[in-house]
């Protein structure tokens, strides 16, 4: 009888809850390298006026999300569902009705 | 030291297979003797030693130890005392298989909460004892019937109790294993432990180390012998 | 104390003795229980961040973006709208712009051409997002030629590219010169794409955009909050490809828990018959089965999350690439700031590991609290 099996999971248990602290310790220090990066994103954006991020270039609606209109998706066709991948990770903006009504709807 | 008074034992009460076991047992076990309970199947001897040894409570009747009336503590108590002053080698040795002798030895140890090495000492003290300290890292289910069996007087005597309780210890073994056991017995006997065993086996009955043969027969006390 | 410890840690040894007598078992069940913590934490970690990030990003955009819509669908801004929208109390700046897309047939993928608000771009040169230096091997001063959509071949020389740490907002981006930008995409003179105004004040903007929406009443304003609002909802649990995973995830769970409290073997009901006889009281019982569920899920949260957070942002989502590429064709490299929300942590940790210790301890309850004398029986 070598070592007892409870010490071997302690120890095994106690590293794996060191790495678990590790990991916000290192979230904190990579925040920090990359701030840069983000600054630098914010930076052009402002100066451009961007408004969407370049993820999901695979059709021109779905490029600018927050401001592709309800029937972007249709253009093609008026029984064009979704067909896109990205239309299954995000939804047309929901933009809210102004306090007086628009004269096109929403 | 442990009295038994009008103790009756019904299983199933209320059912339609309600069956009464034991039908009023007055007995008295003193202490330091080593006593035998006799009877043939179905005589109700392993459900008096489950009773005595506070496995189970009686559906009537009282069980005292040292005076002290246990059989309606709850649980918790019961266990405890149970640890503390009863070990058990049953019929079947009822040994955890995948662990090895020394493991099993300390099991009722555990929830004391000693520490390791003592138990582990003691453990080690006890297979040496019953010359079997070689095999303490086997597994269990490599060990012979005989090996097997010392484990298990091993594991009931871990906790030091005052009574060893034994069910049919050599139903399993062959002559001379038998003899070996009844050599270990007299040693019990000699050192002052109280031993209550049953069994139908005339080479444990007939044999010198035991000193009180108690008689049953269809859950009933038939006749003392002295 | 040192009693309550000393027990717990034999309670303890019993207990991985016992599940080291089917290892492969339980090796197996720790595995799947791993992956699933893991799945679940990559997803709920690069969600999280990516949000966070666009929110990071984002925050400077256009306070109101102004569209026009004929029947329902975008149309060019005509000219005199501009000074229709004349001095609104509260607008500091008001721009037309110039935006849209191209589809380059060479490599099949989309570009947003853009005139930058400030200018700066010279006539017969371009400035290239890093997605086209990497797709089509583009370098400062290379030429390139587009075709545009009414045949006519342009060519420009690249001026510069775009800094890579920027991909996430400016992969696909071409920057050109005003004028050039009209003759490719043969926009009439004095229209724009759409107007982006600034508003000081942001308690104004709903205010303003009201104003606009009475002065233009086939314009649409977009408000910055409903930029954010967009990419906060990304990922919902709620919908598609999200909710599938989830599901997934739960019903794996499910099945996991179910096998585990799906009753026990006569083998293990005999265990605990003998732990009884031997003293063990039926609280020993339930806390050694405690330890075991307990122990089993803490190490696969514990190393499916650690897993997960590399996973995510360390190794930069590897595993999330196709999913979000779907089919495009550029996709921006980028290295997510780590964001992590500690609620989220803690509610996976509690759904986690605390049903699977319930799952555990339900077979062997009847089990523990029975009579040790049945063992007697045997």
């Known amino acids: 009888m070598n070592s007892r099996p409870s010490a071997v999971v302690f120890t095994a248990v106690g590293l794996l809850a060191l790495a678990f602290g590790g990991v916000f310790v290192d979230a904190a220090w990579l925040s920090r390298q990359r701030a840069g990066d983000v600054s630098e994103m914010s930076a052009l954006a402002a100066r451009l006026g961007l408004t969407d991020l370049a993820l999901f270039t695979e059709a021109r609606y779905t490029r600018h999300p927050s401001q592709a209109d309800l029937h972007s998706a249709f253009q093609d066709h008026p029984l064009a569902l979704e067909h896109f991948p990205s239309g299954s990770l995000i939804t047309p903006p929901r933009h809210e009705i102004l306090v007086r009504a628009t004269a096109s709807p929403d | ?226 | 104390m040192k009693f309550w410890l000393e027990r717990q840690r034999h309670l303890i040894d019993f207990t991985l003795a016992s599940l080291a007598r089917r290892k492969a078992k339980n090796l197996g069940l720790l595995a799947v229980f791993t992956l699933l913590v893991f799945v679940l934490a990559s997803v709920m970690l690069f969600s999280h961040a990516l949000r966070h990030e666009a929110a990071l990003v984002l925050k400077d955009s256009p306070e109101i973006v102004l569209q026009r819509l004929v029947a329902g669908r975008h149309d060019l801004i005509p000219p005199g709208y501009l000074d229709a929208i004349g001095r609104i109390r509260g607008v500091q700046n008001t721009q037309g712009r110039l935006w849209g897309y191209y589809y380059d047939s060479v490599v099949k993928a989309n570009y947003t051409f853009m005139v930058p608000p400030d200018g700066g771009i010279e006539k017969g040169t371009i400035v290239v997002g890093p997605a086209l230096e990497r797709e089509r091997g583009l370098a400062e001063n290379n030429g390139i030629s587009f075709r545009s959509y009414n045949g006519q071949l342009f060519s420009y020389t690249i001026a510069k590219v775009l800094p890579r740490p920027s991909e996430l907002v400016s992969a696909d981006l071409v920057l050109m010169n005003e004028a050039d930008f009209r003759a490719f995409f043969t926009y009439p003179e004095g229209h724009y794409t759409d107007i982006a105004l600034s508003v000081a004040n942001p308690l104004e903007v709903r205010n303003v955009a009201s104003k606009l929406a009475n002065i233009l009443p086939d314009s649409r304003p977009i408000l910055r909050e409903e930029v954010l609002r967009t990419y906060a909802s990304m990922f919902d649990w709620r919908e598609g490809l999200m909710l599938a995973l989830l599901s997934a995830a739960l019903l794996a769970f499910a099945i996991l828990a179910w096998e585990k409290a799906s009753g026990l073997s006569a083998e293990e009901k005999r265990e605990i018959g003998i732990l009884k006889a031997v003293g063990w009281e039926t609280g020993d019982v339930i806390k050694m089965k405690l330890w075991e569920g307990g122990l089993l899920s803490l190490t696969a949260f514990l190393l499916g999350f650690v897993a997960a957070y590399l996973q995510v942002f360390r190794f930069n989502a590897p595993l999330f690439e196709p999913v979000l590429k779907g089919w495009s064709v550029l996709y921006p490299r980028f290295e997510l700031v780590p964001a992590i929300d500690g609620l989220q942590v803690a509610t996976l940790f509690f759904f986690t590991v605390f049903p699977y210790m319930a799952a555990v301890l339900v077979p062997i309850w009847r089990a523990a609290v029975t009579d040790p004398d049945a063992v007697m029986r045997a």
């Not at chain 2, 076990?29 to 489950?50: F, Y």
């Not at chain 2, 090495?117 to 070689?134: D, S, V």
């Open chain 2, 1 to 226: 030291m442990i009295e038994l008074r009008d103790v009756r034992k019904i299983f199933n009460q209320g059912q339609h297979n309600e069956y009464a076991a034991l039908s009023g047992i007055t007995l008295t076990i003193e202490a330091k003797r080593v006593t035998a309970l006799r009877g043939p199947s179905g005589s109700g001897k392993t459900t008096l030693l489950t009773l005595i040894g506070c496995l189970a409570r009686p559906t009537s009747g009282r069980v005292s130890l040292h005076g002290r009336d246990i059989s309606g503590l709850p649980e918790r108590f019961l266990t405890e005392i149970r640890r503390q002053t009863f070990g058990f080698v049953f019929q079947q040795f009822n040994l955890i298989k995948g662990m090895s002798a020394l493991e099993n030895i300390m099991l009722p140890a555990y929830p004391t909460g000693q520490p390791h090495a003592e138990l582990t000492a003691r453990a080690e003290a006890l297979l040496e004892r019953l010359r079997l300290a070689h095999r303490g890292n086997a597994r269990v289910e490599w060990l012979s019937g005989g090996e097997q069996q010392r484990v298990a007087i091993a594991r009931a005597l871990i906790n030091n109790p005052e009574v060893l309780i034994a069910d049919e210890p050599t139903a399993n073994l062959d002559t001379a294993l038998a003899k070996e056991f009844m050599a270990i017995l007299e040693s019990f006997g000699e050192e002052g432990r109280t031993v209550i065993l049953t069994s139908h086996d005339p080479l444990v009955v007939e044999s010198a180390a035991v000193h009180r043969v108690v008689n049953m027969r269809d859950g009933l006390l038939v006749e003392h012998h002295d």
